[in-house]
């Protein structure tokens, strides 16, 4: 990111009741001080962890699997002696993979590599769809000329760079959107991506176009991939018979886990502390994202064992639907639309088991020395650094939309980035005393929100489009397949509108 967002917001807004958790700084420090103290110690968080990877498993929006992590986040919730509830909310569409399987073939060779279908990929007709296999290198405007009329009615291959930190998995992202129109508008009758994990681990991308998509798209395990690359360079003509069953289907219901420590002086005014309860379903979703969901359990259930008391109200989000679009955490601002003037801040913590070195402010100035307010008393932890440009890509998308001051945890890369999505996203992929030094910034950052006077007030929805003119973030929305219902007025806070002159 090499720009920086305008300065768009307003003074802070200071609420004129008293506050019954702090009397003074040092009073907030202590409970931080107390809270911190058993983040960092032996609490149940691991052993959630585990559970929820090796007992439920992989989590697909939709599947049977993701039913059951609702009951099982909600008994832990309620075991904790925290309320907690489930709230339904709208799935556009149903995509879960029931089988992918791929067969190489050409003079003199047979081989059949493992492949993953991409979300939201097209099925195959019944026993797979066989096209010539055509590589397109790394599937830019110029290696699309030079393979021309080739790449109609065959499957492309695309060439990748083996992926090693988040900086090349947004590069996969960004350069997805371009691949996939250019391979469409060829004509080809699908694509296939190189994987770009170590160890031929496979993983799901979505498809950039979303639910929109006409083409069946795959990735295919590295080393296959590169085998079927040097054929084709070698002069070797090769088919590919793809097959891909897929479970499709309209809208459907699905739900969010909300747990909550009510407000003791301020319970209208809402601190929402989130983390995606979904993931996909190759690996146990550890790092993507059960260590966080593990997380946020354990820090309301070691707040209600210690008795703390927040002045205003506490809720933590397990959403749904955030592999597919961010639907669950777009639900609940729709749900919660009457309350949202009330909420004070709205924070996504999604970026695997990597220390936490500061916060995405998400275009909000006057909240990066809130920020640092509320986690000095942890500073020993850090040190941290807030950024702020706005982000897009996890579930603080909406409430950035609607004008909710909103955060996202900056997390170092650590192992997230080769096992993103992927086969190997398990339970050893995260180190448990990060994962506790975690808990405690994030225990400390929530309870200063919690507690402190001050606030930010709620943007308009002019604020929120100066804010897209000033910045990159239309293009990121076009790139995670948002846009679109930002435009529409599906997602964001409506333009307000004028009063009549008879009403003025």
């Not at 890509?393 to 909710?404: A, C, I, K, Q």
Request: glycine share 10%.
């Amino acid at each position: 990111m090499k720009w920086s967002a305008a300065l768009l917001c307003g003074g802070l807004v200071f609420s004129p009741r008293a506050e019954a958790a702090e009397s003074t700084p040092s009073a907030r420090e202590r409970e931080v001080m107390l809270l911190t103290g058993a983040m960092l110690g032996p609490t149940p968080m691991l052993e959630d962890l585990r559970s929820l990877v090796d007992e439920v498993g992989g989590r697909a929006t939709g599947s049977e699997s993701n039913r059951r992590s609702v009951e099982w986040a909600l008994e832990r919730f309620r075991k904790a002696g925290v309320t907690a509830t489930s709230e339904p909310f709208q799935m556009p569409a149903l995509w879960l993979e029931q089988s992918a399987s791929a067969t190489v073939q050409g003079r003199g060779v047979r081989f059949t590599p493992r492949i993953a279908a991409m979300p939201f990929s097209t099925a195959t007709p019944k026993g797979g769809l066989t096209a010539p296999l055509v590589e397109v290198g790394r599937g830019t405007e110029a290696d699309f000329k030079r393979v021309g009329t080739k790449a109609q009615g065959a499957f492309v291959l695309v060439e990748t760079d083996e992926l090693r930190d988040v900086d090349d998995l947004f590069r996969e992202y960004g350069e997805a959107v371009g691949i996939e129109a250019r391979a469409v508008a060829s004509g080809a009758a699908g694509l296939v991506y190189m994987g770009s994990r170590p160890g031929n681990h496979l993983y799901r991308h979505n498809v950039s176009s979303g639910a929109k998509n006409t083409r069946p798209m795959m990735v295919m395990e590295r080393d296959a991939a590169k085998r079927a690359l040097r054929l084709l360079r070698a002069g070797t003509g090769l088919t590919l018979n793809a097959a891909l069953d897929l479970k499709t289907g309209g809208p459907y219901e699905s739900r969010n886990v909300i747990g909550e420590i009510r407000g003791a002086t301020r319970p209208d005014e809402v601190v929402v502390l989130g983390a995606h309860l979904d993931s996909w379903d190759l690996g146990g979703g550890a790092l993507d994202n059960g260590a966080n969901v593990a997380m946020l359990i354990d820090l309301a259930r070691q707040m209600q064992r210690l008795g703390m008391k927040p002045a205003r109200t506490l809720r933590f989000a397990l959403w749904n639907g955030e592999e597919q679009g961010m639907y669950g955490s777009a639900g609940y601002v729709r749900s919660h639309v009457a309350e949202l003037d009330g909420h004070v801040m709205a924070l996504s913590v999604d970026i695997g088991c990597g220390r936490i070195n500061g916060f995405f402010t998400n275009g909000r100035p006057p909240l990066v020395p809130l920020v640092d307010r509320v986690l000095a008393p942890v500073a020993g932890l850090g040190p941290f650094t807030q950024v702020d440009v706005p982000v897009v890509g996890t579930d603080n998308l909406d409430f950035m939309l609607s004008g909710v001051a909103n955060l996202i945890a900056n997390q170092e890369s650590a192992t997230y980035g080769p096992n993103y999505h992927a086969r190997s996203d398990e339970f050893e992929q995260c180190d448990a005393r990060t994962l506790r030094t975690n808990a405690a910034v994030v225990g400390a950052l929530a309870w200063g929100f919690a507690t402190q006077e001050e606030r930010l007030p709620r943007q308009s929805r002019a604020e929120v489009e100066a804010l897209m003119k000033a910045t990159d973030l239309p293009a990121q929305m076009r790139s995670f397949n948002v846009w679109d219902e930002w435009e529409s007025g599906k997602r964001g806070r409506p333009a307000e509108r004028q009063a009549s002159p008879a009403a003025r």
